[in-house]
């Protein structure tokens, strides 16, 4: 599927072309700084007020996002939900005893918090949780991901939000990581060359196929538009034993997720800064070492994992092999390239606190959290777009016309 705008250009060309965009993506990322949080509260007690949702048993509370606010200067956690009691009762205990509520509904209602955190991993109540927290004057959400089950979900939720002027960070603890300015920086430089393709794949564990892109895919398709920004198009296939998925394949998903199907995933984007992109996923296929993105260029290859300090190597060889290219992998680190690393042991819960002092940076100066709600909608219509792509045979453009669940319509 070729763009218009590419018609009629030499190949040489095309590729410088394609690098200017590249580049004016990354320039632009490179060129955003965030402004330190000045923490006032709503009420001039000089805190702000954090409440707390969870579902014990459903979702639960994700990577333990409720504990992030521990360690957020100037807030004060003063109420959860959950409708498990005994659930409830552990977190309220981890949370030093806040107001207890079985319904956040309520709780919203009652305690009025200007920030608030969707802990619940379960796709099916993210829709419902955030426009109730939108609604009712919240300034400021965390959530997990995955975003929501439908185009038509992320849609709604957008529209309340920027009606009511609410500000949305994703747990992606990834976009927060240190490394990714190294990164930008080694492929603004030139160290890989050209930026030719943007390779991910999932766990491929049991999960395999199209869980894995449900669950772990929208970590890979952040990155992907962190580094590069939106796709223009997907055309790709989902398989179950080997043949194209049916209406026959198609059940309710584990964790919410609306329908699925598949043990098999394929799908390749072009992107619109130049640069080709994939998702590949096969269940059982032992590819949890792999999981992971690769950033391949005409010089060299970057390999980067999930988390607040992910593994990040560079292969300064355009054979992408050790063997042929015969120069040894470098690690990336947050110091550097080929540098020790200082923050080597910081986890999942670093990113957490990272990603709260920026959601309350971009609240109380009106900017954009680094993996806000646009973002997780982008990268919720990459993956949705597979299974488009798969019910109607051929490359699908964004933004898709339909946005409700393809797999509904086989």
């Given amino acids: 599927m070729t763009n218009r705008s590419d018609r009629g250009v030499p190949a040489r060309r095309q590729g410088r072309l394609n690098r200017r965009r590249f580049l004016a993506h990354a320039a632009a990322l490179a060129g955003t700084v965030a402004v330190p949080a000045v923490v006032r509260s709503a009420d001039g007690s000089g805190r702000l007020r954090a409440a707390v949702i969870g579902h014990t048993g459903r979702g639960d509370y994700g990577h333990d996002l409720h504990k992030a606010w521990l360690d957020v200067p100037g807030v004060e956690v003063v109420a959860l939900a959950d409708p498990d009691p005994k659930g409830r009762a552990a977190v309220a205990q981890d949370l030093k005893g806040p107001q207890q509520f079985d319904d956040y509904r309520k709780m919203l209602d009652e305690v009025k918090p200007e920030l608030v955190s969707i802990g619940t991993r379960w796709v099916d109540q993210h829709h419902d949780m955030l426009l109730a927290a939108a609604e009712r004057g919240v300034k400021g959400v965390y959530m997990e991901k995955p975003l929501c089950r439908t185009l038509a979900e992320a849609d709604a939720m957008i529209a309340a939000c920027q009606k009511h002027k609410v500000k949305v960070a994703l747990a992606f603890q990834t976009r927060y990581s240190p490394k990714l300015p190294v990164i930008r920086e080694l492929i603004r430089t030139g160290k890989i060359g050209d930026v030719l393709e943007f390779r991910a794949r999932g766990k491929e564990d049991a999960r395999g196929g199209a869980e894995d892109l449900w669950v772990l895919g929208p970590h890979l398709m952040d990155l992907i538009l962190h580094f590069a920004g939106p796709a223009k198009w997907c055309f790709a296939s989902v398989l179950q034993g080997g043949r194209p998925i049916t209406k026959q394949d198609v059940k309710p998903g584990p964790e919410g997720i609306a329908l699925l199907a598949g043990d098999e995933v394929h799908a390749t984007y072009r992107l619109n800064s130049g640069p080709m992109a994939s998702f590949d996923s096969v269940r059982n296929a032992g590819g949890g070492p792999r999981f992971g993105l690769w950033i391949l260029g005409s010089k060299g290859i970057i390999e ?30 947050s110091a550097g390239l080929g540098k020790p690393d200082p923050l080597a042991k910081l986890g999942p819960h670093h990113g957490n606190v990272e990603a709260l002092k920026d959601l309350i940076a971009a609240v109380q100066h009106d900017g954009k959290p680094q993996a806000d709600l646009a973002d997780a909608r982008a990268g919720l219509e990459m993956i949705v777009g597979v299974f488009e792509s798969h019910r109607q045979g051929t490359a699908v453009s964004f933004p898709l016309t339909n946005r409700q669940d393809p797999l509904g319509m086989l």
């Fill in 304 to 333: 980067l994992g999930t988390n607040y300090i992910p593994w990040a190597y560079l292969l300064p060889h355009p054979s992408w092999s050790v063997p042929r290219g015969k120069k040894p992998w470098v690690e990336i680190s």
